[in-house]
Nanobody, 128 residues
Framework: QVQLVESGGGSAQAGGSLRLSCAVSGLTDRRYCMAWFRQAPGKEREGVAS???????????YYADSVKGRFTISQDNAKNTLYLQMNSLKAEDTAMYYCAAVRGYYGYCLRLGALNAWGQGTQVTVSS
């Protein structure tokens, strides 16, 4: 069973940076997709960034248009950790951020129905 635990959330000023981490356990498949989603109060959960891998194929990364050029998703396999580096933060980035994963899938997974393992979330608050 895949377990995901986020950390690194907090408060930042607009224009600042934060790095979120997601400790991953139980994801032993060599084909997978992992992603970051966020949900602001009163809004639907939306995909932010995803990363996918399978043997013999390159890493695939996708970003929501709203974060392209500002956020970077990455992973450290040795540490079993997924990261989201967030730069040039804006007030509209304020949300609860969730780490998610799906086993046995390679490709685009920034869709709510594509993922079946979720963390509890970490809050990010950006003040202008």
């Amino acid at each position: 069973q895949v377990q995901l635990v986020e950390s690194g959330g907090g408060s930042a000023q607009a224009g600042g940076s934060l790095r979120l981490s997601c400790a991953v356990s139980g994801l032993t498949d060599r084909r997978y997709c992992m992603a970051w989603f966020r949900q602001a109060p009163g809004k639907e959960r939306e995909g932010v960034a995803s990363i996918s891998k399978q043997p013999g194929s390159p890493y695939l990364t996708y970003y929501a248009d709203s974060v392209k050029g500002r956020f970077t998703i990455s992973q450290d396999n040795a540490k079993n950790t997924l990261y989201l580096q967030m730069n040039s933060l804006k007030a509209e980035d304020t949300a609860m951020y969730y780490c998610a994963a799906v086993r046995g899938y390679y490709g685009y997974c920034l869709r709510l129905g594509a993922l079946n393992a979720w963390g509890q979330g970490t809050q990010v608050t950006v003040s202008s």
